[in-house]
């Protein structure tokens, strides 16, 4: 079966670091496009970044310049690098994977920052 794994949350001080990742198995992980969503109480889930199976990039206004999502085939393992934290994000960040239809999730992994 498909399963996904978040791993490395935690509480941080604002303007830490704190990265996170998503360990994948079922699939043929480097054919794969990677994303981080993240979703807080009361909120929607929001897109965060991506990672493309030919490791293009794209990331929300909103963490430009402060995350770096990256990826290595070798593990089955995509990672988000957090930096410049504050309390605004805090959140359950989940990974989704995806090459055509459908869509996989991570349970997520909670992330806090405090002020």
């Known amino acids: 079966q498909v399963q996904l794994v978040e791993s490395g949350g935690g509480l941080v001080q604002a303007g830490g670091s704190l990265r996170v990742s998503c360990a994948a198995s079922?699939?043929?992980?480097?054919?794969?496009?990677i994303a981080w969503y993240r979703q807080a109480p009361g909120k929607q889930r929001e897109f965060v970044a991506s990672?493309?199976?030919?490791?293009?990039?794209a990331y929300a206004d909103s963490v430009k310049g402060r995350f770096i999502i990256s990826r290595d085939n070798d593990k089955n393992t995509a990672y988000l690098q957090m930096n410049s934290l504050n309390p605004e994000d805090t959140a359950v960040y989940l990974c989704?994977?995806?090459?055509?239809?459908?869509?996989?999730w991570g349970q997520g992994t909670q992330v806090t920052v405090s002020s």
């Open positions: 079922g699939i043929i992980f480097s054919t794969y496009n």
């Open positions: 989704n994977a995806w090459l055509g239809w459908p869509s996989y």
């Open positions: 990672i493309s199976n030919s490791r293009t990039t």
